[in-house]
């Protein structure tokens, strides 16, 4: 592919994302937000008051595997912005809706565990007062609803559904091995940052893994009941 083909495709891609953005403006613009804060208003809630004992999340031979990184903080952070891109992408009211059906199975889930069984992730040997920004991330999140990992189930989420979104738009490889390598980074920082363990990614992977599916099922049966309409 020669560099005018290769840039008037990216103009192509580009205008498309932008159609698919402004599409539903109202409803992404004022939906999005209301419901990521319903989503902090729960998690807070049941981190700040857990119904139970909190349990200590053991480490097991992977964590090991993944050193203390302080530099990954930004990728942990980049969730925020990961997450939005899905919903964001999406033109068809239908779409919209089942994602947001979706997040919801995903985040309903997840706080029933965190309801009926809280967790914490082990006390690791760092001086936190040298990484005044991680430090922080401490104070806030307290390193408490840790298993399921939601960073990581909700990035194995968007990955998914932002891949599939990004190859109906004709998206080349590069775009979409970006696309996964984002997802990746993001549940590596969640260790790297010694926010999660090893147990807490591979049942937060379960757990988003399981609302891909979910979703496209449920997301299948809708659009064949409203063809048949």
Not at 114 to 137: M, N
Not at 175 to 188: D, P
Request: overall charge positive.
């Amino acid at each position: 592919m020669d560099p005018d083909e290769t840039r008037g495709r990216s103009r192509g891609l580009a205008g498309l994302a932008l159609a698919r953005i402004r599409s539903l403006w109202v409803a992404k613009l004022f939906g999005i937000p209301a419901c990521m804060a319903a989503f902090f208003l729960f998690y807070f809630l049941l981190l700040e008051h857990p119904r139970a004992a909190v349990a200590t999340v053991p480490l097991v031979a992977a964590d090991a595997w993944v050193p203390f990184s302080p530099w990954a903080l930004p990728l942990y952070a980049s969730l925020w912005l990961y997450v939005v891109l899905a919903p964001a992408l999406l033109d068809d009211r239908l779409d919209l809706l089942a994602y947001l059906g979706a997040s919801v199975a995903l985040s309903t889930a997840g706080f029933a565990v965190f309801y009926i069984w809280p967790t914490t992730v082990p006390r690791f040997d760092v001086d936190w007062s040298a990484h005044p920004w991680l430090a922080r991330l401490k104070t806030l999140d307290a390193s408490g609803n840790a298993l399921p990992s939601f960073h990581v189930a909700f990035a194995v989420f968007t990955g998914a559904w932002l891949g599939r979104l990004l190859r109906a738009m004709g998206a080349g490889t590069p775009l979409l091995l970006l696309n996964w390598l984002w997802c990746v980074g993001i549940v590596y920082s969640t260790m790297a940052v010694r926010q999660h363990v090893a147990l807490d990614v591979l049942s937060g992977a379960a757990l988003g893994a399981a609302a891909v599916i979910a979703h496209a099922h449920v997301l299948t049966f809708l659009r064949a009941r409203r063809a048949i309409r």
